[in-house]
């Protein structure tokens, strides 16, 4: 008999806690997770999912108006915010049913409150009910980093605008990363009246140059206006519910809504993890070892209150890693290299691997390809909006280091690429299969 009420307390029904507590279960261990929020965590409830569903509502705006070149008379056509807001929801409502069932499918008990260490192998639940564990996981997640300045309080962050009363119609987006640009597309495309502002002039930070240059040359063909190099002086409510923005190193503005897209802090006030004794990183986040472990023997952390990778299927990698080495023996870690990422734009990117800066700085010697076209789709669309592919190869050995796309589907033909690149292929191996023709995807193995 254990001395404890359970094997495994995770704080934290996320991608990362749910993937954990999941496996440990299965795996013989006593399990119960603490969820404060909504079981699901911010990729099913306000991230990933929710986000993906609005993208793709989006760009029926764009596919709507290409159809009349493809022989499609549509007469009139509208937006339903409210419609669109409301089924997301309610998707996102069946999906947290879903992984509260699989948890409790494989007994894992579900406390629907917020927990915090109260001591040694102590948890104390919002309800003041305390357990024990023998191993604690901390899955928290991450929060939206809001800027702080005079009126900051008038502005959203990714958490609300799922929840828009209706489509602002003018909004202004602070932040120049994936989150920033993917809901300025979305906004876009919706009709509102789009302005990013960004305290630097790069955009995308992480991703090839070439690619955010191109996002940010056809996010202004369509119309959507940067401000670089500026930042927030105030914000004041105007009488009619509008916002006036006072910004430095540009002219004021007045918008309807102002979105905080300006990075994401790991998720660790109130955890107790100074009376546990846990050790943090400069921005607050836990630092661990390749196993996922604290400098606590039996705490354990994963996904994006590490701050490694902040990203869905890491977050979950690193919770089935955790639960194998910890509750099967298996000792087992996350391979951090190569792992594909996406912006769902409009178009979208993707990317693997080294970007040309980064291959240049690593490896000295490098060929770079490049296809920069038009899809064929676009063309009969006159849609004057222009793909660009680059590959990345290590000269030394011909190895395939990198893959960057922007256009259409990008993330979709990325995922296949992704396992070429991660297994080491090499750029004869590319030219030695066929192509699917006629497809975008083509032009990977046809670069010359
Ligand atoms: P989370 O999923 O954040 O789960 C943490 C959970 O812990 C939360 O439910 C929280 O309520 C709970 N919690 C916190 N403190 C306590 C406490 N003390 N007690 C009890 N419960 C607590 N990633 C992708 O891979 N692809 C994407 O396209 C993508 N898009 C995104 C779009 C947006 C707008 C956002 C915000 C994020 C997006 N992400 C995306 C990132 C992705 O959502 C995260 O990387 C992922 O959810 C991290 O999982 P996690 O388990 O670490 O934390």
Not at 435 to 446: G, K
Request: aromatic share 8%.
């Amino acid at each position: 008999m254990s001395d404890y009420d359970f094997d495994l307390f995770t704080i934290g029904a996320g991608s990362g806690g749910v993937r954990a507590s999941r496996v440990a279960s299965a795996h013989g261990a006593k399990v119960a997770v603490a969820e404060e929020y909504r079981v699901g965590g911010t990729c099913v409830i306000r991230g990933c999912v929710p986000k993906k569903m609005l993208v793709y509502g989006a760009h029926f705006a764009e596919d709507l108006e290409d159809a009349k070149q493809f022989g499609w008379d549509l007469g009139e056509t509208s937006f339903d915010w409210e419609r669109l807001r409301d089924t997301v929801l309610g998707d996102v409502d069946r999906l947290s049913k879903l992984y509260t069932e699989t948890l409790e499918n494989h007994d894992v008990t579900v406390f629907e409150e917020r927990a915090e260490i109260t001591g040694d192998h102590e948890i104390t639940l919002a309800s003041g009910k305390v357990v024990t564990a023998k191993y604690i996981l901390i899955a928290t997640g991450a929060e939206p980093a809001v800027l702080d300045f005079p009126g900051s309080e008038h502005a959203i962050t990714s958490n609300e605008a799922f929840h828009l009363p209706e489509v602002p119609k003018r909004i202004m987006i602070a932040g120049g990363g994936y989150i920033a640009n993917e809901f300025a597309g979305i906004f876009h495309e919706f009709g509102a009246k789009v302005c990013i502002v960004n305290r630097s002039d790069t955009l995308l930070r992480g991703y090839d140059q070439a690619l955010s240059d191109r996002l940010l040359k056809i996010s202004m063909t369509k119309g959507i206006n940067f401000h670089f190099n500026t930042t927030f002086k105030s914000i004041t409510k105007n009488d009619d519910g509008s916002l006036h923005v006072e910004l430095n190193g540009d002219d004021d503005q007045t918008v309807d809504c102002v979105l905080f897209a300006t990075g994401r802090s790991p998720n660790v006030e109130g955890l107790g993890l100074d009376v546990a004794g846990v050790e943090q990183g400069r921005i607050g986040e836990i630092l661990v070892d390749e196993y996922s472990k604290t400098n606590v023997d039996h705490i354990y952390a994963v996904g994006d209150v590490t701050n490694r990778v902040q990203l869905t299927p890491v977050a979950i990698r690193e919770g089935q890693a955790f639960a194998d080495t910890v509750f099967n023996n298996d000792p087992r870690t996350v391979s951090y290299d190569h792992i594909p990422s996406a912006v769902f734009s409009h178009p979208p990117i993707s990317a693997v691997g080294l970007t040309e800066g980064e291959a240049r700085n690593q490896l000295g010697n490098i060929r770079v390809y490049q296809s920069d076209f038009r899809p064929m789709k676009n063309v009969v669309a006159g849609r004057n909006e222009r793909g660009l592919y680059k590959m990345i190869v290590d000269a030394a050995t011909d190895k395939v280091v990198g893959i960057h796309m922007i256009g259409p589907d990008s993330p979709e033909i990325m995922q296949g690429f992704a396992v070429a690149v991660k297994a080491g292929l090499t750029k004869a191996d590319f030219d030695a299969t066929v192509a699917i023709h006629p497809t975008m995807a083509e032009e990977l193995v046809l670069l010359k």
